[in-house]
Protein backbone atom coordinates (compact mmCIF):
# COMPACT_ATOMS: atom_id res chain seq x y z
CA UNK A 1 0.00 0.00 0.00
CA UNK A 2 1.18 3.37 -1.08
CA UNK A 3 0.65 6.41 1.57
CA UNK A 4 1.83 10.11 1.48
CA UNK A 5 3.90 10.67 3.99
CA UNK A 6 6.37 13.02 5.34
CA UNK A 7 10.27 12.56 5.55
CA UNK A 8 10.26 12.06 9.21
CA UNK A 9 6.79 9.72 9.47
CA UNK A 10 8.68 7.47 6.95
CA UNK A 11 11.60 7.41 9.18
CA UNK A 12 9.41 6.26 11.81
CA UNK A 13 7.56 3.71 9.65
CA UNK A 14 10.99 2.53 8.98
CA UNK A 15 11.74 2.02 12.38
CA UNK A 16 8.50 -0.08 12.80
CA UNK A 17 8.66 -2.12 9.81
CA UNK A 18 12.63 -2.84 10.74
CA UNK A 19 11.42 -4.34 14.05
CA UNK A 20 12.99 -1.37 16.05
CA UNK A 21 12.03 -2.12 20.37
CA UNK A 22 13.59 1.05 21.53
CA UNK A 23 13.58 5.25 20.02
CA UNK A 24 15.16 7.73 22.15
CA UNK A 25 15.66 11.55 21.14
CA UNK A 26 15.59 15.04 22.55
CA UNK A 27 13.20 17.07 20.35
CA UNK A 28 15.29 19.45 17.82
CA UNK A 29 14.16 21.21 14.34
CA UNK A 30 13.69 18.98 11.74
CA UNK A 31 14.10 15.96 13.82
CA UNK A 32 11.36 16.14 15.93
CA UNK A 33 8.83 14.61 14.32
CA UNK A 34 10.61 11.40 14.04
CA UNK A 35 9.74 10.07 17.46
CA UNK A 36 6.49 11.96 17.68
CA UNK A 37 5.65 9.96 14.99
CA UNK A 38 7.06 6.85 16.40
CA UNK A 39 5.32 7.19 19.81
CA UNK A 40 2.10 6.49 17.64
CA UNK A 41 3.47 2.34 16.87
CA UNK A 42 2.23 0.79 20.61
CA UNK A 43 4.86 -2.14 19.28
CA UNK A 44 7.80 0.28 19.98
CA UNK A 45 9.06 1.49 23.09
CA UNK A 46 9.71 5.84 23.07
CA UNK A 47 10.16 8.53 24.82
CA UNK A 48 12.01 11.82 25.20
CA UNK A 49 15.40 11.93 26.96
CA UNK A 50 16.60 15.07 28.45
CA UNK A 51 18.91 15.50 26.03
CA UNK A 52 21.05 14.12 22.76
CA UNK A 53 23.42 12.51 24.73
CA UNK A 54 21.38 10.46 27.06
CA UNK A 55 18.84 9.67 23.94
CA UNK A 56 22.13 7.94 22.49
CA UNK A 57 23.46 6.30 25.67
CA UNK A 58 19.68 4.91 25.77
CA UNK A 59 19.53 3.77 22.64
CA UNK A 60 23.17 2.03 22.65
CA UNK A 61 22.04 0.36 25.51
CA UNK A 62 19.04 -1.41 24.48
CA UNK A 63 21.29 -2.31 21.23
CA UNK A 64 23.89 -3.70 23.48
CA UNK A 65 20.76 -5.82 25.20
CA UNK A 66 20.12 -7.10 21.59
CA UNK A 67 17.09 -4.97 20.55
CA UNK A 68 17.20 -2.57 17.82
CA UNK A 69 17.03 0.89 18.10
CA UNK A 70 16.78 4.31 16.62
CA UNK A 71 17.50 8.26 18.18
CA UNK A 72 16.30 11.23 16.37
CA UNK A 73 18.33 14.74 16.73
CA UNK A 74 19.03 17.69 14.85
CA UNK A 75 22.99 18.43 13.63
CA UNK A 76 23.63 20.30 16.59
CA UNK A 77 22.46 17.61 18.90
CA UNK A 78 24.94 15.38 17.37
CA UNK A 79 27.58 17.85 19.36
CA UNK A 80 25.79 16.66 22.62
CA UNK A 81 25.57 13.20 21.75
CA UNK A 82 29.45 12.51 19.93
CA UNK A 83 31.45 11.61 22.63
CA UNK A 84 28.91 8.58 23.05
CA UNK A 85 29.30 8.45 18.86
CA UNK A 86 33.23 8.03 18.73
CA UNK A 87 33.46 5.61 21.30
CA UNK A 88 30.21 3.35 20.15
CA UNK A 89 31.88 3.00 16.76
CA UNK A 90 34.88 1.02 18.71
CA UNK A 91 32.46 -1.14 20.91
CA UNK A 92 30.00 -1.59 18.04
CA UNK A 93 26.87 -3.04 18.90
CA UNK A 94 24.73 -6.10 19.14
CA UNK A 95 20.86 -4.97 18.06
CA UNK A 96 20.91 -2.35 14.84
CA UNK A 97 21.41 0.94 15.65
CA UNK A 98 20.46 3.90 13.71
CA UNK A 99 21.40 7.51 14.71
CA UNK A 100 19.45 10.08 12.70
CA UNK A 101 20.59 13.46 12.10
CA UNK A 102 19.10 16.23 10.29
CA UNK A 103 21.02 19.21 8.81
CA UNK A 104 19.16 22.38 8.57
CA UNK A 105 20.92 24.58 5.56
CA UNK A 106 19.59 27.85 5.83
CA UNK A 107 19.19 28.02 9.25
CA UNK A 108 16.11 27.62 9.57
CA UNK A 109 15.83 27.11 12.78
CA UNK A 110 19.33 26.82 13.75
CA UNK A 111 22.46 28.44 15.23
CA UNK A 112 24.82 27.46 12.30
CA UNK A 113 24.75 25.62 8.91
CA UNK A 114 26.96 22.26 10.79
CA UNK A 115 27.97 19.61 7.74
CA UNK A 116 26.94 16.43 9.61
CA UNK A 117 28.39 14.02 6.90
CA UNK A 118 32.19 15.22 8.68
CA UNK A 119 31.11 13.43 11.69
CA UNK A 120 30.64 10.29 9.69
CA UNK A 121 34.09 10.72 8.57
CA UNK A 122 35.75 11.64 12.23
CA UNK A 123 33.81 8.90 13.65
CA UNK A 124 34.22 6.10 11.03
CA UNK A 125 30.80 5.43 10.99
CA UNK A 126 28.76 4.63 8.12
CA UNK A 127 26.05 7.14 6.52
CA UNK A 128 23.29 7.03 4.36
CA UNK A 129 21.31 10.23 2.91
CA UNK A 130 17.60 9.34 1.48
CA UNK A 131 16.50 11.53 -1.00
CA UNK A 132 12.79 11.10 -0.28
CA UNK A 133 10.17 9.63 1.86
CA UNK A 134 10.54 6.19 0.38
CA UNK A 135 14.11 6.25 0.92
CA UNK A 136 13.45 7.42 4.60
CA UNK A 137 11.52 4.10 5.32
CA UNK A 138 13.76 1.93 3.14
CA UNK A 139 16.82 3.29 4.17
CA UNK A 140 16.08 2.62 8.25
CA UNK A 141 15.53 -0.76 7.38
CA UNK A 142 18.82 -1.28 5.48
CA UNK A 143 20.73 1.10 7.93
CA UNK A 144 19.29 -1.53 10.59
CA UNK A 145 20.91 -4.93 8.62
CA UNK A 146 23.94 -2.82 7.48
CA UNK A 147 24.61 -1.95 11.45
CA UNK A 148 24.22 -5.48 12.46
CA UNK A 149 26.34 -6.82 8.92
CA UNK A 150 28.97 -5.19 10.24
CA UNK A 151 28.87 -4.32 13.74
CA UNK A 152 28.75 -0.68 13.80
CA UNK A 153 26.11 2.35 14.42
CA UNK A 154 24.90 3.63 11.31
CA UNK A 155 24.17 7.31 10.57
CA UNK A 156 21.43 8.35 8.34
CA UNK A 157 21.58 12.20 7.32
CA UNK A 158 18.64 13.72 6.85
CA UNK A 159 17.92 17.75 5.78
CA UNK A 160 14.83 20.71 6.37
CA UNK A 161 13.65 19.79 3.10
CA UNK A 162 14.02 16.02 3.20
CA UNK A 163 12.13 16.02 6.79
CA UNK A 164 9.72 18.20 6.17
CA UNK A 165 8.54 17.05 2.32
CA UNK A 166 5.65 14.87 1.56
CA UNK A 167 6.13 12.33 -1.08
CA UNK A 168 4.94 8.55 -1.95
CA UNK A 169 5.68 5.55 0.70
CA UNK A 170 5.58 1.99 0.33
CA UNK A 171 4.36 0.06 3.15
CA UNK A 172 4.77 -3.58 3.99
CA UNK A 173 4.63 -5.25 6.78
CA UNK A 174 7.11 -5.17 10.26
CA UNK A 175 9.32 -7.95 9.97
CA UNK A 176 9.14 -10.19 13.08
CA UNK A 177 12.42 -9.79 15.51
CA UNK A 178 13.48 -10.82 18.87
CA UNK A 179 17.28 -9.83 20.31
CA UNK A 180 19.26 -11.53 22.46
CA UNK A 181 21.91 -10.16 25.71
CA UNK A 182 25.49 -11.98 25.32
CA UNK A 183 27.44 -10.44 28.09
CA UNK A 184 30.91 -9.88 26.29
CA UNK A 185 32.99 -7.45 28.70
CA UNK A 186 36.11 -7.15 25.98
CA UNK A 187 33.76 -6.11 23.40
CA UNK A 188 31.27 -3.66 25.30
CA UNK A 189 34.39 -1.79 28.05
CA UNK A 190 35.94 0.42 26.24
CA UNK A 191 38.49 1.37 28.71
CA UNK A 192 42.10 1.30 27.20
CA UNK A 193 43.26 -2.15 27.45
CA UNK A 194 40.07 -3.37 25.35
CA UNK A 195 40.12 -0.11 23.11
CA UNK A 196 43.28 -0.61 21.78
CA UNK A 197 42.79 -3.87 20.06
CA UNK A 198 39.35 -2.32 18.56
CA UNK A 199 40.76 0.18 16.17
CA UNK A 200 42.37 -1.79 14.20
CA UNK A 201 38.85 -3.52 13.54
CA UNK A 202 37.14 -0.35 13.01
CA UNK A 203 39.82 0.47 10.46
CA UNK A 204 39.01 -2.89 8.67
CA UNK A 205 35.03 -2.74 8.85
CA UNK A 206 35.72 1.07 6.86
CA UNK A 207 37.75 -1.16 4.12
CA UNK A 208 34.93 -3.48 4.10
CA UNK A 209 32.18 -0.69 3.67
CA UNK A 210 34.15 0.81 0.96
CA UNK A 211 33.86 -2.36 -1.04
CA UNK A 212 30.42 -2.63 0.44
CA UNK A 213 29.91 1.27 -1.23
CA UNK A 214 31.09 -0.24 -4.77
CA UNK A 215 28.40 -2.66 -5.31
CA UNK A 216 25.43 -1.50 -2.90
CA UNK A 217 21.80 -0.23 -5.13
CA UNK A 218 21.53 2.41 -2.53
CA UNK A 219 24.34 3.94 -5.09
CA UNK A 220 22.84 4.42 -9.03
CA UNK A 221 23.98 5.67 -12.26
CA UNK A 222 21.16 7.42 -14.08
CA UNK A 223 22.55 7.58 -17.98
CA UNK A 224 21.55 10.38 -20.23
CA UNK A 225 23.21 12.60 -22.01
CA UNK A 226 26.88 12.15 -21.61
CA UNK A 227 27.89 15.49 -22.32
CA UNK A 228 27.38 16.34 -18.22
CA UNK A 229 27.74 13.92 -15.30
CA UNK A 230 26.45 15.23 -11.99
CA UNK A 231 27.33 13.48 -8.64
CA UNK A 232 24.44 14.36 -5.91
CA UNK A 233 23.46 12.67 -2.90
CA UNK A 234 19.80 14.01 -1.14
CA UNK A 235 17.95 17.16 -1.77
CA UNK A 236 20.39 17.87 -4.37
CA UNK A 237 19.47 14.91 -6.35
CA UNK A 238 15.32 16.03 -6.37
CA UNK A 239 16.67 20.08 -7.41
CA UNK A 240 19.35 18.77 -9.76
CA UNK A 241 16.51 16.54 -11.64
CA UNK A 242 14.13 19.55 -11.41
CA UNK A 243 16.61 21.69 -12.95
CA UNK A 244 17.72 19.45 -15.50
CA UNK A 245 15.94 17.06 -15.88
CA UNK A 246 17.15 14.31 -18.48
CA UNK A 247 19.59 16.24 -20.21
CA UNK A 248 22.51 15.37 -17.66
CA UNK A 249 23.76 12.07 -16.58
CA UNK A 250 23.44 11.34 -12.48
CA UNK A 251 25.21 9.37 -10.12
CA UNK A 252 23.01 9.29 -6.83
CA UNK A 253 24.89 8.19 -3.59
CA UNK A 254 22.78 7.40 -1.08
CA UNK A 255 25.72 6.08 0.92
CA UNK A 256 27.59 9.09 1.44
CA UNK A 257 30.13 7.90 3.67
CA UNK A 258 32.45 5.93 3.10
CA UNK A 259 32.03 7.38 -0.19
CA UNK A 260 32.72 4.72 -3.50
CA UNK A 261 35.61 5.06 -5.78
CA UNK A 262 35.32 2.49 -8.46
CA UNK A 263 31.46 3.94 -9.18
CA UNK A 264 32.98 6.99 -9.30
CA UNK A 265 35.60 7.06 -11.31
CA UNK A 266 33.58 4.81 -13.54
CA UNK A 267 30.93 7.26 -13.72
CA UNK A 268 33.12 10.44 -14.16
CA UNK A 269 34.92 8.77 -17.41
CA UNK A 270 32.13 8.36 -19.26
CA UNK A 271 30.90 12.27 -19.22
CA UNK A 272 32.72 15.00 -20.59
CA UNK A 273 32.20 17.32 -17.63
CA UNK A 274 31.15 16.12 -13.95
CA UNK A 275 29.70 18.05 -11.33
CA UNK A 276 29.87 17.47 -8.39
CA UNK A 277 26.18 19.29 -6.72
CA UNK A 278 25.74 18.99 -2.70
CA UNK A 279 24.79 21.69 -0.37
CA UNK A 280 27.09 22.79 2.26
CA UNK A 281 30.81 21.51 2.96
CA UNK A 282 32.00 20.12 -0.63
CA UNK A 283 32.63 16.64 0.93
CA UNK A 284 32.02 14.57 -2.29
CA UNK A 285 33.67 17.16 -4.13
CA UNK A 286 37.02 16.60 -2.00
CA UNK A 287 36.89 12.82 -2.17
CA UNK A 288 36.42 13.27 -6.19
CA UNK A 289 40.22 15.58 -5.88
CA UNK A 290 41.63 13.04 -3.65
CA UNK A 291 41.08 10.42 -5.98
CA UNK A 292 42.20 12.63 -9.04
CA UNK A 293 39.11 13.36 -11.04
CA UNK A 294 38.20 16.52 -11.91
CA UNK A 295 34.71 17.22 -10.94
CA UNK A 296 33.44 21.30 -11.20
CA UNK A 297 32.15 22.10 -7.53
CA UNK A 298 32.10 25.02 -5.38
CA UNK A 299 33.81 27.41 -8.00
CA UNK A 300 30.50 27.46 -9.28
CA UNK A 301 28.46 26.93 -6.63
CA UNK A 302 28.72 28.44 -2.44
CA UNK A 303 29.16 26.79 0.33
CA UNK A 304 26.11 29.13 2.34
CA UNK A 305 22.73 27.93 2.48
CA UNK A 306 20.49 26.12 0.61
CA UNK A 307 20.51 25.11 -3.41
CA UNK A 308 17.51 25.78 -5.61
CA UNK A 309 16.62 24.39 -9.04
CA UNK A 310 17.10 27.69 -10.36
CA UNK A 311 21.00 28.29 -9.00
CA UNK A 312 22.10 24.06 -10.12
CA UNK A 313 20.91 25.59 -13.84
CA UNK A 314 22.75 28.84 -13.44
CA UNK A 315 26.05 26.60 -12.09
CA UNK A 316 25.53 24.18 -14.53
CA UNK A 317 23.84 25.61 -17.95
CA UNK A 318 25.25 29.35 -17.37
CA UNK A 319 21.30 30.62 -17.90
CA UNK A 320 21.25 33.46 -15.31
CA UNK A 321 19.23 32.63 -11.88
CA UNK A 322 17.50 35.82 -13.00
CA UNK A 323 14.98 33.70 -14.67
CA UNK A 324 13.85 31.71 -12.34
CA UNK A 325 10.40 30.90 -12.62
CA UNK A 326 9.56 31.44 -9.16
CA UNK A 327 11.28 34.78 -9.32
CA UNK A 328 8.46 37.48 -7.49
CA UNK A 329 7.41 40.44 -9.56
CA UNK A 330 8.15 42.61 -6.28
CA UNK A 331 9.71 42.64 -2.97
CA UNK A 332 7.91 40.95 -0.01
CA UNK A 333 8.08 42.72 3.35
CA UNK A 334 9.56 41.47 5.86
CA UNK A 335 7.81 39.06 8.58
CA UNK A 336 10.18 38.73 11.31
CA UNK A 337 9.35 35.80 13.68
CA UNK A 338 8.13 36.80 16.99
CA UNK A 339 6.78 35.88 20.74
CA UNK A 340 2.90 34.34 20.32
CA UNK A 341 0.80 36.36 21.69
CA UNK A 342 0.68 36.07 25.47
CA UNK A 343 3.58 34.41 25.45
CA UNK A 344 4.58 35.01 29.52
CA UNK A 345 8.98 35.47 27.94
CA UNK A 346 7.54 38.28 26.63
CA UNK A 347 6.84 39.73 30.22
CA UNK A 348 10.21 38.47 31.84
CA UNK A 349 11.99 40.41 29.15
CA UNK A 350 10.03 43.56 29.29
CA UNK A 351 10.76 43.49 32.96
CA UNK A 352 14.43 42.46 32.91
CA UNK A 353 15.03 45.29 29.89
CA UNK A 354 13.35 47.98 32.08
CA UNK A 355 15.83 47.38 34.79
CA UNK A 356 18.48 47.47 32.14
CA UNK A 357 19.96 44.37 32.79
CA UNK A 358 22.00 42.38 30.60
CA UNK A 359 21.17 39.40 29.61
CA UNK A 360 23.45 35.55 28.83
CA UNK A 361 20.30 34.27 26.81
CA UNK A 362 20.12 30.22 25.65
CA UNK A 363 17.86 28.32 22.94
CA UNK A 364 14.57 28.64 23.50
CA UNK A 365 11.79 30.96 21.91
CA UNK A 366 12.69 33.47 24.55
CA UNK A 367 16.18 33.95 21.78
CA UNK A 368 13.25 36.38 19.97
CA UNK A 369 14.00 38.76 23.26
CA UNK A 370 16.95 39.39 21.06
CA UNK A 371 15.28 41.03 18.45
CA UNK A 372 13.39 44.61 18.13
CA UNK A 373 11.13 45.67 19.97
CA UNK A 374 12.66 44.02 23.21
CA UNK A 375 16.28 43.94 21.79
CA UNK A 376 16.89 42.50 25.65
CA UNK A 377 19.57 40.21 24.97
CA UNK A 378 23.40 39.95 24.79
CA UNK A 379 24.35 36.40 23.77
CA UNK A 380 23.51 33.04 23.19
CA UNK A 381 24.99 30.45 22.35
CA UNK A 382 24.00 26.94 22.41
CA UNK A 383 22.14 24.36 24.91
CA UNK A 384 22.50 25.39 28.21
CA UNK A 385 25.54 27.71 27.64
CA UNK A 386 23.70 31.00 29.48
CA UNK A 387 24.90 29.85 32.94
CA UNK A 388 28.56 29.10 32.53
CA UNK A 389 28.67 32.67 29.84
CA UNK A 390 26.88 34.40 32.98
CA UNK A 391 29.56 32.86 35.31
CA UNK A 392 32.37 33.50 33.25
CA UNK A 393 31.79 36.81 32.92
CA UNK A 394 31.29 37.73 36.25
CA UNK A 395 35.19 35.82 36.84
CA UNK A 396 36.38 38.26 33.95
CA UNK A 397 35.44 41.64 35.72
CA UNK A 398 38.34 41.90 37.40
CA UNK A 399 40.69 42.16 34.02
CA UNK A 400 38.46 44.94 32.15
CA UNK A 401 38.93 48.27 31.79
CA UNK A 402 35.34 48.93 32.84
CA UNK A 403 32.90 47.61 34.97
CA UNK A 404 30.31 45.12 33.74
CA UNK A 405 26.71 46.10 33.48
CA UNK A 406 24.19 44.07 35.78
CA UNK A 407 22.80 40.72 34.40
CA UNK A 408 21.35 37.89 34.71
CA UNK A 409 21.23 34.33 32.63
CA UNK A 410 18.18 33.38 31.26
CA UNK A 411 17.16 29.33 30.39
CA UNK A 412 14.36 27.64 29.74
CA UNK A 413 12.62 24.98 31.60
CA UNK A 414 13.69 21.94 29.17
CA UNK A 415 16.64 23.90 28.09
CA UNK A 416 17.96 23.47 31.81
CA UNK A 417 16.90 19.99 32.10
CA UNK A 418 18.56 19.80 28.78
CA UNK A 419 22.62 20.75 29.64
CA UNK A 420 21.90 23.79 32.03
CA UNK A 421 22.24 21.91 35.56
CA UNK A 422 25.82 21.71 35.45
CA UNK A 423 26.63 25.33 34.60
CA UNK A 424 24.63 26.08 37.81
CA UNK A 425 26.77 23.34 39.87
CA UNK A 426 29.69 24.78 38.23
CA UNK A 427 28.84 28.67 39.38
CA UNK A 428 27.93 27.41 42.81
CA UNK A 429 30.86 25.29 43.06
CA UNK A 430 33.60 27.96 41.85
CA UNK A 431 32.03 30.87 44.36
CA UNK A 432 30.10 32.59 41.43
CA UNK A 433 27.55 35.15 42.09
CA UNK A 434 25.16 35.15 38.92
CA UNK A 435 21.59 35.11 39.04
CA UNK A 436 19.56 32.43 36.82
CA UNK A 437 16.11 33.36 35.27
CA UNK A 438 14.32 29.70 34.14
CA UNK A 439 11.79 30.54 32.37
CA UNK A 440 9.14 27.77 33.57
CA UNK A 441 6.18 27.35 30.73
CA UNK A 442 5.67 23.76 31.69
CA UNK A 443 6.99 22.58 28.05
CA UNK A 444 9.55 22.34 25.07
CA UNK A 445 7.82 25.02 23.29
CA UNK A 446 10.05 26.01 20.24
CA UNK A 447 9.98 22.49 19.09
CA UNK A 448 6.33 22.01 19.01
CA UNK A 449 5.03 21.51 22.92
CA UNK A 450 6.96 18.11 23.53
CA UNK A 451 7.37 17.13 27.40
CA UNK A 452 10.56 16.59 29.54
CA UNK A 453 10.95 15.80 32.72
CA UNK A 454 9.52 18.89 34.52
CA UNK A 455 5.88 18.25 32.77
CA UNK A 456 4.96 15.33 34.34
CA UNK A 457 4.15 13.77 31.11
CA UNK A 458 5.80 10.88 29.11
CA UNK A 459 6.02 11.39 25.17
CA UNK A 460 2.49 9.33 25.46
CA UNK A 461 0.71 11.64 27.92
CA UNK A 462 1.14 9.18 30.42
CA UNK A 463 1.36 10.81 34.37
CA UNK A 464 5.28 10.19 35.61
CA UNK A 465 7.33 12.08 38.20
CA UNK A 466 7.70 15.88 37.71
CA UNK A 467 11.00 17.26 38.29
CA UNK A 468 10.92 19.61 40.84
CA UNK A 469 12.81 22.31 39.50
CA UNK A 470 13.27 24.54 43.54
CA UNK A 471 14.21 21.58 45.34
CA UNK A 472 16.84 20.56 42.00
CA UNK A 473 18.71 24.37 42.68
CA UNK A 474 18.17 23.57 46.00
CA UNK A 475 19.90 20.44 45.53
CA UNK A 476 22.86 21.79 43.71
CA UNK A 477 23.50 24.20 46.12
CA UNK A 478 21.45 27.35 45.28
CA UNK A 479 20.36 28.65 48.86
CA UNK A 480 18.12 31.67 46.98
CA UNK A 481 15.81 30.34 44.87
CA UNK A 482 12.42 31.98 44.00
CA UNK A 483 9.09 31.15 42.27
CA UNK A 484 7.34 34.23 40.55
CA UNK A 485 4.66 34.90 37.71
CA UNK A 486 6.53 37.29 35.51
CA UNK A 487 3.21 38.96 34.88
CA UNK A 488 3.38 40.42 38.17
CA UNK A 489 5.78 42.97 36.54
CA UNK A 490 6.36 44.85 40.13
CA UNK A 491 6.87 42.01 42.11
CA UNK A 492 9.24 40.58 39.60
CA UNK A 493 11.36 43.08 38.92
CA UNK A 494 11.73 43.45 42.61
CA UNK A 495 13.30 40.06 42.97
CA UNK A 496 14.96 40.30 39.97
CA UNK A 497 16.98 43.93 41.12
CA UNK A 498 17.45 41.76 44.85
CA UNK A 499 18.96 38.90 43.44
CA UNK A 500 21.13 40.81 41.16
CA UNK A 501 22.35 42.69 44.07
CA UNK A 502 23.24 39.30 46.26
CA UNK A 503 26.55 37.84 46.68
CA UNK A 504 25.70 34.69 45.91
CA UNK A 505 24.41 32.09 43.02
CA UNK A 506 20.32 32.61 43.36
CA UNK A 507 18.01 31.24 40.99
CA UNK A 508 14.78 32.67 39.89
CA UNK A 509 12.28 30.84 38.68
CA UNK A 510 9.59 32.37 36.30
CA UNK A 511 6.55 30.43 35.98
CA UNK A 512 3.70 30.58 33.56
CA UNK A 513 2.42 28.29 31.06
CA UNK A 514 3.28 28.64 27.39
CA UNK A 515 -0.11 30.77 26.15
CA UNK A 516 -0.22 27.67 23.59
CA UNK A 517 -0.81 25.00 25.58
CA UNK A 518 -4.47 23.23 25.64
CA UNK A 519 -4.38 23.44 28.98
CA UNK A 520 -3.25 27.35 29.48
CA UNK A 521 -6.48 29.82 30.86
CA UNK A 522 -6.94 32.79 29.67
CA UNK A 523 -8.79 36.03 30.27
CA UNK A 524 -10.98 37.64 28.11
CA UNK A 525 -9.76 39.03 24.96
CA UNK A 526 -8.94 43.14 25.08
CA UNK A 527 -9.41 45.82 23.03
CA UNK A 528 -8.23 49.74 23.53
CA UNK A 529 -11.00 52.17 25.19
CA UNK A 530 -10.01 55.15 22.90
CA UNK A 531 -11.13 57.60 25.14
CA UNK A 532 -8.36 56.80 28.17
CA UNK A 533 -5.77 56.12 25.81
CA UNK A 534 -2.88 58.97 25.58
CA UNK A 535 -1.30 57.05 22.63
CA UNK A 536 1.78 56.68 25.24
CA UNK A 537 2.66 53.59 22.92
CA UNK A 538 3.94 51.76 26.16
CA UNK A 539 2.02 48.95 25.36
CA UNK A 540 3.85 48.74 21.91
CA UNK A 541 7.13 48.36 23.29
CA UNK A 542 6.03 44.67 24.61
CA UNK A 543 5.98 43.42 21.02
CA UNK A 544 2.58 41.65 21.31
CA UNK A 545 1.60 40.54 17.80
CA UNK A 546 -1.78 41.30 18.72
CA UNK A 547 -0.79 45.22 19.47
CA UNK A 548 -0.76 47.40 16.53
CA UNK A 549 -0.76 51.15 15.36
CA UNK A 550 -1.95 52.26 11.66
CA UNK A 551 -2.01 55.94 11.42
CA UNK A 552 -2.77 57.70 14.96
CA UNK A 553 -4.49 55.24 15.87
CA UNK A 554 -3.61 51.77 18.29
CA UNK A 555 -5.94 48.98 18.47
CA UNK A 556 -5.59 44.96 19.54
CA UNK A 557 -6.31 42.68 17.06
CA UNK A 558 -9.37 40.21 18.67
CA UNK A 559 -8.09 37.33 16.57
CA UNK A 560 -4.62 36.90 17.72
CA UNK A 561 -5.57 38.25 21.13
CA UNK A 562 -5.62 35.31 23.47
CA UNK A 563 -6.49 37.36 26.75
CA UNK A 564 -3.40 37.29 28.49
CA UNK A 565 -4.05 40.52 30.21
CA UNK A 566 -0.73 41.54 30.19
CA UNK A 567 -1.14 44.59 28.51
CA UNK A 568 -3.29 45.89 30.80
CA UNK A 569 -0.42 44.98 33.54
CA UNK A 570 1.80 47.54 31.41
CA UNK A 571 -0.41 50.39 30.32
CA UNK A 572 -0.62 53.39 33.25
CA UNK A 573 -3.83 54.71 32.16
CA UNK A 574 -6.25 51.74 32.42
CA UNK A 575 -6.76 52.14 28.72
CA UNK A 576 -6.92 48.37 28.20
CA UNK A 577 -10.76 47.07 27.89
CA UNK A 578 -12.52 43.88 27.70
CA UNK A 579 -13.61 42.93 24.18
Known amino acids: ???????????????????????????????????????????????????????????????????????????????????????????????????????????????????????????????????????????????????????????????????????????????????????????????????????????????????????????????????????????????????????????????????????????????ETCFVIEELDPFIEEHCLKLGIKVVGKEKLTLIGEYTPEMIKAAVTGIPEENSAYALPEAIPGRPPVMCAGCSHRAAFTAIKQLGLNVHGDIGCYTLSAAPVLSAMYAQICMGASIGMAHGAEKAAPYLSEPLPKSVAVIGDSTF???????????????????????????????????????????????????????????CGVNRVTKVDPHDLEKFKAILMEEVDAKEVSVIIAERPCALLKTTVHGTKKTIDKNKCKNCMLCMKIGCPAIGKRGDEISIDAAICVGCEYCGVICKFDAIANV
Not at 60 to 89: E, I, P, Q, Y
Not at 435 to 449: A, E, K, P
Request: aromatic share 8%; with cysteine.
Open 1 to 271: MKKLMLGNEAIARGAFEAGVGVVSSYPGTPSTEITQYVSTYDEIYSEWAPNEKVSLEVAVGASFAGARALCAMKHVGLNVASDVLFTTSYSGINGGLCICVADDPGMHSSQDEQDSRHYARASKVPMLEPSDSDECKNFVVKGMEISEEYDTPVLIRLSTRISHGRSLVETNDPIKRSGKFTPNPEKYVMMPLYARAKHPLVEKRIKNLINFSEKTNLNKIEYNDKKIGVICAGTSYNYSKEALGDTVSYLKLGMVYPLPEKIIREFASNV
Open 417 to 475: VHNGITGLIDAVYNKGTCTVVILDNSTTGMTGHQDHPGTGKTIKGEPTHKLDLFALCKA
